[in-house]
């Protein structure tokens, strides 16, 4: 079975535009997570969606949204990017919505310009 | 925040000895759970353990849990040079709702063939 795909892998952008990163999470994982790690430090939560409704909001700025759509796959939007929001942004996907192990994409690399 | 402290930040081992790192954290869990990350790449779960478990094998791996002292340690034995990584503890906090993660800023260990 496929694991966490993101998408896109790479990507750069100026400040205050605005991004979209995509996450498809394994099979029959219905908990989709995005946590922003930023070089030298550990991963920081933003949000956690089960069942296509947010369960969690980490703390970070309004300008960071997600969804997740009927097939479980998962957008993260921000807008009026900083200088930074530069780093990698972790899907990750759980069978249910507690007490399971997380599994991670490869992430998507933000560098902003 | 970042709730998990690992120690040592870094570690440098030859091949085929032990690497052991510990991991504090403040607040009551559900879990903790070791992840291991490559460069640039994503986590990769290795162990979770409940709050009510002391102890955990998983091939070379043996994490142990002291909820009275929140802390837990991870030790890889007989290390080998793909086992160069960094190693994260992250929580699952028994107040707060979903599966949100807090992790810590990582141990990175580097083994010398």
């Known amino acids: 079975d496929a694991g966490v795909t993101q998408s896109p892998t790479h990507l750069i952008k100026t400040r205050g535009q605005h991004v979209t990163l995509r996450c498809s999470p394994i099979?029959?994982?219905?908990?989709v997570s995005w946590y922003q790690q930023v070089l030298g430090q550990g991963p920081q939560f933003i949000f956690q969606?089960?069942?296509?409704?947010?369960?969690g909001r980490g703390n970070f700025p309004d300008r960071f949204s997600a969804r997740q759509f009927p097939n479980y796959s998962s957008e993260l939007n921000v807008n009026a990017l900083l200088l930074g929001d530069s780093a990698l942004y972790l899907c990750?996907?759980?069978?249910?919505?507690?007490?399971?192990?997380?599994?991670f994409g490869d992430g998507t690399r933000l560098s902003i310009l | 925040s970042q709730q998990g402290e690992e120690d040592p930040q870094a570690l440098s081992i030859q091949e085929g000895e032990n690497a052991t790192m510990n991991c504090s954290y403040k607040?009551?869990?559900?879990?903790l759970q070791w992840y291991r990350q490559n460069s640039g790449r994503g986590l990769v779960h290795l162990i979770l353990?409940?709050?009510?478990?002391r102890e955990k094998h998983s091939g070379r791996l043996r994490v142990t849990l002291d909820t009275s002292k929140k802390s837990s340690s991870l030790l890889i034995t007989a290390s080998r040079a793909a086992d160069t990584a960094s190693y994260f503890c992250?929580?699952?906090?028994?107040?707060?709702?979903?599966?949100?993660?807090?992790f810590g800023g990582g141990t990175r260990v580097l083994v010398k063939p």
């Open positions: 990750a996907s759980s069978g249910s919505i507690s007490n399971q192990p997380q599994h």
């Open positions: 099979s029959g994982h219905k908990s």
């Open positions: 969606y089960y069942e296509k409704e947010e369960r």
């Open positions: 607040t009551s869990i559900n879990n």
């Open positions: 353990i409940r709050s009510n478990e």
């Open positions: 992250a929580t699952a906090n028994a107040l707060a709702a979903g599966n949100k993660l807090t």
